[in-house]
């Protein structure tokens, strides 16, 4: 619109101030009373704007408040266009003076009392604003005291009872709006109190608590992260004005101030002494290692949430959520047709896995409960635990494999974490849009580096057990080995080496398979209920009887072989049942091959001792089999020190040296690989809290550390920690010190100290780097002298 256009015979139109979602917002003079106004002109378009448009007028016209944007007049002119007029404000948005750095918590406190106040009149008035934004709240002549409520376009009155946005749409501006606007639940003016609390903490922090990335990780972020205290970003914050925020953005409803007012009353609370921090006080004001970094898997869908004839968007998501919970994830859904599941568990050396049988089941879910084949990702990475999953990177990765113009409908995609994670028990193929999971698949070969990797350094294991099943078939006597070690040790790839060689000596075995249930859904029979249900279709409950006949038949006429895998995760009755044909069938030549995890012996302790079973462990491989494996995959003629350190770092661990190798081949040899620092994580996720602080604090120091260096950096605490990660494995004692009269100690393994330094928040790795520099001069050495 051009300036000099007069608008319904009464405003002057002089320059375009701006543009938003409904239209236009101009500086215009008002010949009727004579000043200055803003006018709000609506843009042709959907018919929901202009109910929209007409709802704000109708608010404003009967909200008289000094801290709301005044309402002039409104109106339709002959043309059919709709107008809005109100008080011309001089000064700035609070977006804009947000630019130039944060506000001093005077400042901030000056802005949360005035929004408070104008946010109770509203609310006192039955009005939700369901927008509070810095944009949206206006300082006028750039005083912090002075703010004016703006953009009542979205906002609600409690009486209202008819739907004027639409469905499966976010209201609101990601990132400032409340949990249950995400999820699109009913509101009221806690929504408010949640969308200031987020604006209270980017004038302070000098960043927003939830924004950042594409507008899913925002969502899904504002549903499950927790944005770091305040006084860990600032040291200046008063301890009762962080809690105070901190309970403003609280994930439930029920737990924030109950509107406004409260707030305002809150803010008029607080003590001017909080504002003087104490001088002994940390800088930051909380203690070094309360939270951590873990590398974690989550799903995310997008499927449509468009209702169905007779149903509801909570019904079906009721059901979908109660689906999930039965395998201990969880799910979070949001406005706009977005889905966030996690596990329960975050953490879990098993968390790939489980999160790929969550995106199995919720893809069958949805498209039972959908209009359209939902796009499901999986990915892996490192993200701050605080309380619950957060979305970080993550929700980024996410978005980028969900918005692949490729995928296949109705597929599942992960990561290349992921992929690497899963290993063989699930159906993953290379398609092209990246990894598709399609269900669970047959045993194979690991891949490293597009070529199957050597069977090295089990021969004498592989010997021990074709000696075994020899003495089992010549002999007619039933046999079992247990095949035990930690999760990517080699224990799948020996029994598939063995199943090799008994195919050539003996094509006439009969091959059973089961496995435990992935993520330990240990359901009565659930092992052995398959290989019955196979051949009789028997019910559960006739399960023993009928395994024992079958196997009994089966070793008539041939060797029987029984492979069980994941035993640690089997059912009670599956593990008797075996026991049960082994006793029955002792002069039969019955092999079963059980592979497990040494966990196993707690579940079930003392297993099949009666039956004389024989335990093989696995452990790490020796130096030369190393060698091989990356001489295999990066070539003869790879450099000797190259192939001497991925060795040592991988400290014989088949599934650490394969990643590794992986890394250098592209390029990324100095960061260990998230797939490693899953699993050494999960290790270190086992111990107690205050043991896995002290493996952080001492990580910062590097592989050999002193205990009192330690525990300065953590501020405190017992030396007695150190002989219960003695007693782990994870820390081993010096007879001597480098430094007199300190204690000097060492990671036993360098990964371990690796993984533990990487769960180490930004935070606490720059505040534990100044206390360790500062106390190796207090002990007159320096820090590179000490660690050379």
């Given at each position: 619109?051009?300036?000099?256009?007069?608008?319904?015979?009464?405003?002057?139109?002089?320059?375009?101030?701006?543009?938003?979602?409904?239209?236009?917002?101009?500086?215009?003079?008002?010949?009727?009373?004579?000043?200055?106004?803003?006018?709000?002109?609506?843009?042709?378009?959907?018919?929901?704007?202009?109910?929209?448009?007409?709802?704000?007028a109708?608010?404003?016209?009967?909200?008289?408040?000094?801290?709301?944007?005044?309402?002039?007049?409104?109106?339709?002119?002959?043309?059919?266009?709709?107008?809005?007029?109100?008080?011309?404000?001089?000064?700035?948005?609070?977006?804009?003076?947000?630019?130039?750095?944060?506000?001093?918590?005077?400042?901030?406190?000056?802005?949360?009392?005035?929004?408070?106040?104008?946010?109770?009149?509203?609310?006192?008035?039955?009005?939700?604003?369901?927008?509070?934004?810095?944009?949206?709240?206006?300082?006028?002549?750039?005083?912090?005291?002075?703010?004016?409520?703006?953009?009542?376009?979205?906002?609600?009155?409690?009486?209202?009872?008819?739907?004027?946005?639409?469905?499966?749409?976010?209201?609101?501006?990601?990132?400032?709006?409340?949990?249950?606007?995400?999820?699109?639940?009913?509101?009221?003016?806690?929504?408010?109190?949640?969308?200031?609390?987020?604006v209270?903490?980017?004038?302070?922090?000098?960043?927003?608590?939830?924004?950042?990335?594409?507008?899913?990780?925002?969502?899904?972020?504002?549903?499950?992260?927790?944005?770091?205290?305040?006084?860990?970003?600032?040291?200046?914050?008063?301890?009762?004005?962080?809690?105070?925020?901190?309970?403003?953005?609280?994930?439930?409803?029920?737990?924030?101030?109950?509107?406004?007012?409260?707030?305002?009353?809150?803010?008029?609370?607080?003590?001017?002494?909080?504002?003087?921090?104490?001088?002994?006080?940390?800088?930051?004001?909380?203690?070094?290692?309360?939270?951590?970094?873990?590398?974690?898997?989550?799903?995310?869908?997008?499927?449509?949430?468009?209702?169905?004839?007779?149903?509801?968007?909570?019904?079906?998501?009721?059901?979908?959520?109660?689906?999930?919970?039965?395998?201990?994830?969880?799910?979070?859904?949001?406005?706009?047709?977005?889905?966030?599941?996690?596990?329960?568990?975050?953490?879990?050396?098993?968390?790939a896995?489980?999160?790929?049988?969550?995106?199995?089941?919720?893809?069958?879910?949805?498209?039972?409960?959908?209009?359209?084949?939902?796009?499901?990702?999986?990915?892996?990475?490192?993200?701050?635990?605080?309380?619950?999953?957060?979305?970080?990177?993550?929700?980024?990765?996410?978005?980028?494999?969900?918005?692949?113009?490729?995928?296949?409908?109705?597929a599942?995609?992960?990561?290349?974490?992921?992929?690497?994670?899963?290993?063989?028990?699930?159906?993953?193929?290379?398609?092209?849009a990246?990894?598709?999971?399609?269900?669970?698949?047959?045993?194979?070969?690991?891949?490293?580096?597009?070529c199957?990797?050597?069977?090295?350094?089990?021969?004498?294991?592989?010997?021990?057990?074709?000696?075994?099943?020899?003495?089992?078939?010549?002999?007619?006597?039933?046999?079992?080995?247990?095949?035990?070690?930690?999760?990517?040790?080699?224990?799948?790839?020996?029994?598939?080496?063995?199943?090799?060689?008994?195919?050539?000596m003996?094509?006439?075995?009969?091959?059973?398979?089961?496995?435990?249930?992935?993520?330990?859904?240990?359901?009565?029979?659930?092992?052995?209920?398959?290989?019955?249900?196979?051949?009789?279709?028997?019910?559960?409950?006739?399960?023993?009887?009928?395994?024992?006949?079958?196997?009994?038949?089966?070793?008539?006429?041939?060797?029987?072989?029984?492979?069980?895998?994941?035993?640690?995760w089997?059912?009670?009755?599956?593990?008797?049942?075996?026991?049960?044909?082994?006793?029955?069938?002792?002069?039969?030549?019955?092999?079963?091959?059980?592979?497990?995890?040494?966990?196993v012996?707690?579940?079930?302790?003392?297993?099949?001792?009666?039956?004389?079973?024989?335990?093989?462990?696995?452990?790490?491989?020796?130096?030369?089999?190393?060698a091989?494996?990356?001489?295999?995959?990066?070539?003869?003629?790879?450099?000797p020190?190259?192939?001497?350190?991925?060795?040592?770092?991988?400290?014989?661990?088949?599934?650490?040296?394969?990643?590794l190798?992986?890394?250098?081949?592209?390029?990324?040899?100095?960061?260990?690989?998230?797939?490693?620092?899953?699993?050494?994580?999960?290790?270190?996720?086992?111990?107690?809290?205050?043991?896995?602080?002290?493996?952080?604090?001492?990580s910062?120091?590097?592989?050999?550390?002193?205990?009192?260096?330690?525990?300065?950096?953590?501020?405190?605490?017992?030396?007695?920690?150190?002989?219960?990660?003695?007693?782990?494995?994870?820390?081993e004692?010096?007879?001597?010190?480098?430094?007199?009269?300190?204690?000097?100690?060492?990671f036993?393994?360098?990964?371990?100290?690796?993984?533990?330094?990487?769960?180490?928040?930004?935070?606490?790795?720059?505040?534990?780097?100044?206390?360790?520099?500062?106390w190796?001069?207090?002990?007159?050495?320096?820090?590179?002298?000490?660690?050379?």
């Amino acid at each position: 619109m051009q300036p000099g256009t007069i608008v319904a015979d009464r405003f002057v139109v002089e320059a375009l101030a701006g543009t938003g979602g409904m239209g236009a917002v101009y500086r215009a003079f008002d010949r009727a009373q004579g000043q200055r106004v803003a006018l709000k002109l609506l843009a042709a378009g959907e018919a929901s704007y202009a109910a929209r448009f007409a709802e704000e007028a109708r608010i404003l016209a009967h909200l008289a408040h000094p801290g709301v944007v005044q309402w002039i007049a409104h109106g339709e002119d002959a043309g059919g266009q709709r107008w809005l007029a109100l008080e011309w404000l001089e000064g700035e948005d609070l977006a804009a003076r947000l630019v130039r750095g944060a506000l001093t918590v005077e400042e901030c406190l000056a802005v949360g009392l005035a929004a408070a106040e104008a946010l109770a009149a509203a609310h006192a008035h039955g009005i939700i604003h369901r927008d509070i934004k810095p944009s949206n709240l206006f300082l006028v002549g750039g005083d912090p005291s002075r703010v004016k409520l703006l953009d009542f376009g979205v906002a609600r009155r409690t009486n209202v009872t008819h739907a004027i946005t639409r469905s499966g749409v976010v209201v609101g501006t990601p990132g400032y709006i409340a949990p249950e606007q995400v999820r699109g639940d009913p509101t009221d003016a806690r929504a408010d109190v949640f969308g200031l609390g987020a604006v209270l903490y980017e004038c302070l922090a000098g960043r927003p608590a939830f924004a950042g990335g594409p507008m899913m990780a925002v969502l899904a972020r504002l549903l499950v992260h927790e944005p770091p205290p305040l006084r860990r970003v600032r040291g200046d914050i008063p301890p009762e004005l962080d809690a105070l925020i901190a309970r403003m953005l609280a994930k439930e409803p029920e737990a924030r101030l109950a509107d406004g007012a409260a707030v305002a009353e809150a803010i008029c609370s607080l003590s001017p002494r909080s504002f003087r921090r104490d001088a002994s006080e940390p800088e930051g004001g909380n203690a070094f290692g309360e939270n951590e970094q873990r590398v974690i898997s989550v799903v995310v869908a997008a499927p449509s949430f468009d209702e169905r004839p007779g149903d509801t968007d909570t019904a079906w998501f009721t059901r979908v959520e109660t689906a999930l919970a039965r395998i201990d994830m969880r799910a979070y859904a949001m406005t706009g047709g977005l889905l966030l599941v996690r596990s329960k568990d975050a953490g879990s050396p098993d968390q790939a896995l489980q999160a790929a049988r969550g995106a199995l089941l919720l893809r069958s879910l949805l498209e039972r409960e959908v209009t359209e084949v939902p796009r499901i990702a999986i990915v892996t990475g490192t993200s701050e635990i605080a309380g619950r999953l957060p979305a970080g990177e993550l929700l980024d990765r996410a978005a980028s494999l969900l918005a692949e113009p490729a995928l296949v409908a109705g597929a599942a995609y992960v990561d290349d974490a992921t992929q690497a994670l899963l290993g063989t028990r699930l159906d993953v193929h290379r398609g092209p849009a990246g990894w598709e999971l399609h269900g669970e698949r047959e045993k194979g070969a690991r891949v490293v580096i597009d070529c199957a990797s050597p069977f090295v350094g089990r021969e004498r294991e592989l010997s021990a057990l074709m000696a075994l099943f020899e003495d089992c078939t010549g002999e007619g006597l039933a046999r079992a080995v247990l095949v035990t070690g930690p999760a990517g040790i080699g224990k799948t790839r020996l029994c598939h080496e063995a199943v090799l060689r008994i195919g050539a000596m003996a094509p006439e075995v009969e091959i059973w398979t089961a496995r435990g249930p992935m993520a330990g859904d240990a359901a009565p029979f659930g092992v052995l209920g398959s290989i019955v249900r196979q051949a009789r279709g028997h019910v559960p409950g006739e399960v023993a009887p009928a395994f024992s006949s079958l196997a009994e038949a089966a070793v008539e006429n041939r060797p029987l072989l029984l492979i069980v895998d994941d035993l640690q995760w089997a059912d009670a009755p599956s593990v008797l049942a075996v026991e049960q044909a082994l006793h029955r069938l002792q002069d039969r030549p019955l092999f079963v091959l059980a592979l497990a995890r040494p966990e196993v012996h707690e579940r079930f302790p003392r297993m099949w001792v009666e039956r004389d079973a024989q335990e093989i462990h696995l452990g790490g491989l020796a130096p030369r089999a190393a060698a091989r494996l990356v001489h295999h995959a990066l070539g003869e003629g790879a450099e000797p020190a190259k192939v001497a350190a991925l060795v040592e770092r991988a400290g014989g661990h088949p599934f650490y040296l394969e990643e590794l190798i992986r890394a250098a081949a592209e390029g990324r040899g100095e960061t260990l690989p998230e797939t490693v620092l899953s699993m050494l994580q999960a290790r270190l996720a086992g111990l107690a809290p205050e043991e896995r602080r002290f493996l952080r604090a001492a990580s910062i120091f590097g592989d050999v550390f002193w205990v009192r260096g330690v525990l300065r950096v953590l501020g405190g605490g017992s030396p007695a920690v150190v002989s219960a990660l003695v007693d782990h494995g994870l820390l081993e004692r010096h007879p001597t010190s480098r430094l007199l009269d300190e204690e000097e100690v060492s990671f036993c393994d360098p990964l371990v100290r690796e993984a533990a330094y990487a769960t180490l928040t930004a935070a606490d790795r720059a505040r534990g780097q100044a206390v360790a520099a500062a106390w190796f001069e207090r002990v007159g050495e320096t820090r590179e002298c000490v660690l050379k």
